[in-house]
């Protein structure tokens, strides 16, 4: 067992070793002068300068290789351009705020979609299972910024019940992120964003529990179960959902993955002053280190989440064998 | 090949969810084939709008009347019981009642040409109103109500027109109308609308030897013997009762409208939100809020006045001061009168036809700066449609030949080929375009390259699974003795077999493509020129308008749904052919 977190943790930090390489390389690589990328604009010579040779702009491609990784590893990511501040001082919060919205709506969609897949499964051939099953793809085909943007206008503006931007309203007082985070406000907040990021991940857990409810359902054991005498939904929630879950929690690992880009359209709709809007608006505004240390920061957060899913899934079934199903 | 067709025909003619979607992605693509066809308008082009409206303020708030007529309105001007409005193609608009109660009604004059000032004295008994415009065209209604024309002496436009009673002679009326090239036309009439002799028909109208050659714009009158007229680069002449004197100016710039309650207090504005204060001595300039040109000025009984000019202007002269006031429109105002309480405005020229909701001009009504959405629409799914069709062949063709090679030869190359379908399943695709896009610029090949290079890795994992399958069976092992070099093999031998997942997962990667060439154009990572659906959303998020403008939104967002879950119900009868699992269900 510890071997095996073991083996995952060492995969993860060289994948991350491999997306740190990838990102050197397009910046070094791919823009025509990559001083533009760390060094600001308007610096003095002598600015520009310090700065060449804190991130060793002016030694051999090789040489600004090993001080970038040295960088990243020790968060030595630079100055944001637009803050004129250190941005492993700007992303720590930032990250916190995506954190809060995006775990709780993954953990709900986790929870209902399978919940779902069993009642579908059970209720075969039933009308509710083909309105169902619709319903399903049509949520997943529901783009969620689109969502989101209706979710705004309707709740948001139309009917005045949700606030339609931010955390919290201005002007508020908070000293720490509890203490931002721990009032009715933040949740009034909070509630849009999460359902409409909820709704756009219930479809899949819920359409791949059916599916594999369906297969477990011809097994010996289920049937040896109703043999038994047991109820109708105690067989079907402990016994066969039990078994299908495993798919489940595969599309969870990609699920994750998506979650942390989706993460970017749900806070610009709602302008969630979370990792992906920091990232959003460092693009727009050219300021390179702020966007490329975000990149890094959500790589790490899907590799960080993976590694979570992994250890549940090697503690709900130890014969570990990965195989994928369904969503990208 | 055939045969494989054949049965996945046969897949989605069972499925009537199937039948359905097809059918709608046939429909869709037609659409998009046809869309220069089937657009109403050019997706980029700004779309005008002219009509003739009256917005009302009051209390801080304005009150639209839109499309009073269907000309825009030049002037108008407080009448017995209301107002009376001219315009274009000699429309006459009279309204009589109060603003929340009253009925516009529309007089067909049958005239052309555009009427470009009214004037009526209310002082008179009938209120005898006088109109003007292009051509020298004059219409004139007497005390009994009834509009006639009146000849001119000469074919100028007229610009300006003004009447007053006659201080002397009870039920004498003095009219005075001024145009292009320094024309000025005086008349008098009874109170009947004849002349004063009586002995003619036709209304004598008097010319006056211009003493400029300018085009005069406005002419205002305090009574018969004092009045202003104002016209190009700052010229303000003064009416003393028999004829015009030049007056000093303090500006240069050109008068448009000119307003004069007494002998003590008038105004004239103009371009570049001039404004000029007459105190009973001299014109001096005074300062507005405003710096477009200013169309009109009216002044009320209380010495409260109203300005309005293009783009909605407005300001109010309240207590001494001028206060910019929110008309809350972008049409062009070009008249203006004091009620009371009340100001009212009338236009409109040719205005952007911003945010309308949808009408039958503009099905889905328009954006911010007036681009019809209907046709932006239908544009848009040729790119979504095209995008996330190249893309999905590439994530395709990527996916399924990683997975062959990888399940074919196993081993260390497999193991080397599924840590790269590790790494790219732990990049988030939105934040890894946005990377592309600083590093080189927005447009349709980092959208196909961001979803190109990072969704494959399904693909590669199915294939990869069903060929560790197929390797093992028989006819693989007698096609290596026979001596099969590897690419035959897995091309000639495999991947047949693979093929009814590879059909699947390019629709399942087609509906994927069309959302995320959405979301990423919808970040703004598209091609700025090209209309995609997420484009529009983009567009309708950039102006703000999105939290309002649902006619915007909506379409765009529908039309990805529908495309996607379309391909969502073709795919699901796919996978009966792909999975054989499935089939025993």
Not at chain 1, 244 to 266: R, S, Y
Not at chain 2, 467 to 482: G, N, Q, T, Y
């Amino acid at each position: 067992m510890q071997n095996v977190i073991l083996r995952r943790v060492a995969g993860a930090v060289f994948t991350m070793w491999i997306i740190l390489t990838i990102l050197f390389f397009l910046f070094r690589l791919g823009l025509p002068d990559p001083t533009v990328a760390l060094v600001s604009d308007g610096l003095s010579p002598d600015d520009r300068a310090i700065v060449m040779q804190r991130f060793g702009l002016d030694r051999p491609l090789h040489e600004q290789y090993f001080i970038y990784l040295r960088n990243a590893v020790t968060g030595e990511l630079g100055r944001s351009f637009h803050y004129n501040a250190p941005v492993a001082g700007l992303i720590g919060e930032r990250f916190l705020n995506t954190i809060v919205l995006m775990i709780p709506a993954l953990i709900l969609s986790y929870t209902i979609g399978p919940l779902l897949g069993v009642m579908l499964a059970w209720k075969r051939g039933s009308k509710l299972e083909v309105g169902g099953i619709t319903t399903g793809l049509v949520l997943r085909s529901a783009p969620m910024f689109w969502t989101g943007m209706l979710a705004v206008m309707v709740f948001g503006i139309w009917f005045g019940w949700f606030p339609t931007s931010g955390m919290r309203t201005f002007p508020y007082t908070a000293t720490g992120f509890l203490d931002k985070i721990l009032t009715v406000d933040f949740l009034r907040h909070l509630i849009m964003p999460t359902i409409v990021i909820t709704l756009y991940y219930t479809g899949l857990p819920m359409l791949i529990m059916r599916n594999t409810m369906l297969e477990v359902m011809g097994d010996d054991f289920i049937e040896f179960a109703h043999a038994r005498g047991l109820g109708a939904r105690r067989v079907m929630y402990r016994h066969a959902a039990r078994n299908a879950l495993l798919p489940v929690i595969t599309q969870l690992a990609i699920t994750v993955g998506l979650a942390a880009g989706g993460q970017v359209v749900v806070e610009v709709v709602f302008s969630w002053p979370g990792l992906g809007l920091e990232m959003f608006n460092a693009v727009r505004t050219s300021d390179y280190p702020l966007a490329q240390a975000s990149f890094m920061l959500l790589a790490g957060l899907v590799l960080l989440m993976n590694l979570i899913v992994d250890m549940i899934y090697t503690w709900l079934d130890p014969r570990i064998s990965f195989s994928s199903e369904g969503g990208r | 090949m055939r045969e494989l067709f054949h049965h996945l025909w046969n897949a989605v003619r069972s499925d009537r969810l199937a039948i359905f979607g097809l059918s709608v992605l046939c429909i869709l693509i037609t659409l998009a084939l046809l869309a220069p066809i089937i657009a109403t308008h050019d997706p980029t082009e700004m779309n005008y709008r002219a009509e003739g409206s009256a917005l009302w303020i009051e209390g801080g708030q304005t009150y639209l009347d839109a499309g009073v007529t269907e000309y825009s309105l030049r002037s108008v001007a407080t009448d017995d019981g209301g107002f009376t409005a001219v315009g274009e193609k000699g429309t006459i608009a009279v309204y009589r009642g109060t603003r929340a109660d009253g009925t516009w009604e529309i007089i067909d004059t049958g005239h052309e040409a555009t009427l470009r000032s009214v004037a009526v004295d209310t002082g008179t008994g009938g209120a005898p109103a006088l109109a003007v415009g292009d051509g020298g065209l004059i219409l004139y209604r007497d005390g009994m109500g009834a509009w006639h024309r009146e000849h001119a002496p000469g074919d100028h436009s007229l610009n300006g027109a003004a009447l007053a009673a006659s201080a002397r002679t009870a039920g004498e009326v003095l009219r005075l109308a001024v145009g292009e090239v320094g024309t000025v036309l005086v008349s008098r009439v009874d109170s009947r609308g004849k002349s004063l002799d009586g002995a003619t028909a036709v209304t004598p109208w008097e010319r006056i030897p211009p003493g400029v050659t300018r085009d005069l714009l406005d002419v205002a009158l305090a009574d018969d013997a004092f009045g202003f007229v104002v016209g190009q680069r700052g010229t303000i002449l003064r009416w003393n009762g028999t004829d015009l004197e030049a007056m000093e100016s303090p500006t240069f710039r050109d008068l448009l409208a000119v307003a004069v309650r007494d002998r003590d207090y008038a105004l004239a504005v103009g371009e570049r939100g001039t404004v000029l204060l007459w105190d009973g001595q001299v014109w001096s300039e005074m300062s507005g809020p405003l710096s477009r040109s200013l169309r009109s000025v009216s002044i009320g009984e209380d010495g409260r006045a109203i300005v309005v000019g293009n783009f909605g202007d407005m300001m109010a002269l309240e207590n001494g001061a001028w206060r910019r006031l929110d008309s809350g429109y972008d049409r062009h105002f070009r008249g203006s009168t004091v009620v009371g309480e009340a100001y009212l405005a009338v236009g409109t020229d040719p205005y952007v036809n911003a945010l309308a909701s949808p009408s039958r001009d503009h099905l889905f009504g328009t954006t911010h700066n007036g681009r019809d959405i209907f046709s932006q629409v239908l544009y848009g799914g040729r790119t979504a449609l095209a995008i996330g069709f190249l893309a999905a062949i590439m994530v395709t063709v990527i996916g399924t030949n990683v997975g062959l090679v990888s399940g074919y030869f196993g081993g260390r190359t497999d193991s080397v080929l599924m840590r790269i379908v590790d790494i790219m399943y732990a990049l988030p695709l939105e934040p890894f375009a946005m990377i592309l896009v600083l590093v080189w610029r927005p447009g349709v090949g980092v959208i196909i390259l961001a979803v190109g290079l990072l969704t494959w890795r399904t693909t590669a994992r199915l294939i990869r699974s069903q060929v560790l399958s197929i390797v093992r069976r028989p006819f693989v092992k007698a096609a290596r003795m026979a001596g099969s070099g590897h690419a035959r093999i897995m091309y000639v031998h495999i991947a047949p077999n693979v093929l009814p997942l590879t059909f699947l997962q390019l629709a399942v990667a087609m509906a994927f493509a069309i959302t995320a060439e959405a979301t990423l154009s919808f970040l703004g990572l598209g091609p700025p020129r090209l209309y995609s659906w997420g484009t529009i959303l983009h567009q309708a998020r950039l102006s703000g308008a999105w939290r309002t403008a649902w006619w915007w939104i909506v379409p765009p967002g529908v039309l990805i749904m529908i495309t996607v879950v379309s391909v969502f119900f073709v795919s699901r009868a796919l996978e009966v052919v792909a999975n054989p699992r499935l089939r025993r269900q």
